[in-house]
């Protein structure tokens, strides 16, 4: 596995390059302020939380081509209609069918057995935004080893490892299955601010964002300890199934250490099979195509009878 020291240029120890190194933290720095003093109107407003979280990845997007990675993962008119056609997927369908289908039914559970929590509404709010940010990720980190560990639910998985380079909005690209399945969360048992809530669905955007990006950032320790980096998930996207079985918090690189599931490295070369891209209708068809062969066989050979 190469590491990143053997791909770097000798310049990469610039004024530009610490300054990158420092753009992720005070990215997430940026949004906690901007909820924190938005004016209500403005924070409350449905709007808002679409703005903010589109800017969040056409920004990155734009450093991509200030300060790129790797030039192998440069950004191409096929990789941006794909990411742009799964980023309104998951805006759009994927978010009505979460909310429909798992947190509406669960805020009525929460409602009909009389479910209160109002000590986190009497949390600090940064405490709260916080909490929202953890449970999150403590669900999307066991399903995503799950994914890892399970053949079913690793089909639905696999269309997200065998996209070939890494971007800005690479983690919206998978299988409709998946991304449904990684969105569960049970934060909607907890009564919190809805700017806390708010907050911290930008703060998880803007470390997953970068952790996908092709951005020349290596974050300081007092972020990478915690936050999911680059480092850390080009690693996890590397081209043996093996390799992939680590680094599985997709924003909070601290559940891993937590749990053993932790490993140091960086990918280069990203992929499964053969380096294999697949389309957006192969990603759509790959849970079922094991299915699908196996019918196809059992028709030849009863053809050939």
Not at 21 to 49: Q, R
Not at 290 to 302: H, L, N, Q, S
Request: aromatic content about 14%; some cysteine; glycine content about 4%.
């Amino acid at each position: 596995m190469a590491s990143y020291a053997d791909v770097v240029t000798p310049t990469a120890d610039t004024l530009k390059q610490r300054l990158f190194n420092l753009i992720p933290p005070a990215f997430v720095a940026v949004v906690v302020a901007f909820w924190a003093y938005a004016p209500k109107s403005l924070a409350e407003n449905g709007w808002t939380i679409i703005v903010t979280s589109a800017l969040i990845t056409v920004i990155v997007l734009g450093l991509e081509f200030v300060h790129e990675r790797h030039a192998g993962w440069r950004m191409n008119w096929r990789e941006f209609f794909t990411d742009l056609f799964y980023v309104v997927l998951s805006a759009t369908a994927i978010s009505w069918v979460s909310t429909t289908l798992a947190e509406d039914p669960l805020l009525a559970a929460k409602k009909s057995l009389g479910i209160s929590t109002e000590w986190a509404m009497q949390m600090p709010w940064l405490l709260q935004v916080a909490l929202v940010v953890f449970v999150i990720e403590f669900g999307q980190y066991w399903m995503h080893r799950l994914m890892h560990n399970s053949t079913p639910f690793w089909l639905t998985h696999a269309p997200h490892h065998h996209i070939t380079q890494l971007n800005a909005a690479k983690g919206a690209v998978g299988n409709p299955i998946e991304l449904f399945l990684i969105s569960l969360s049970v934060v909607a048992l907890f009564d919190l601010s809805l700017t806390a809530k708010l907050c911290a669905f930008n703060v998880l955007g803007v470390v997953s964002t970068f952790a996908h990006a092709n951005v020349r950032s290596d974050p300081p320790k007092f972020y990478s300890f915690f936050f999911t980096t680059i480092r850390h998930h080009s690693l996890h996207h590397s081209t043996d199934y093996e390799s992939t079985r680590c680094n599985y918090g997709n924003s909070l690189i601290l559940l891993d250490r937590v749990f053993g599931t932790y490993r140091d490295g960086e990918g280069v070369i990203v992929g499964q099979d053969d380096l294999k891209r697949l389309s957006i209708w192969e990603q759509f068809m790959f849970p079922f195509q094991p299915v699908i062969d196996r019918m196809r066989a059992k028709r030849a050979m009863a053809a050939a009878n």
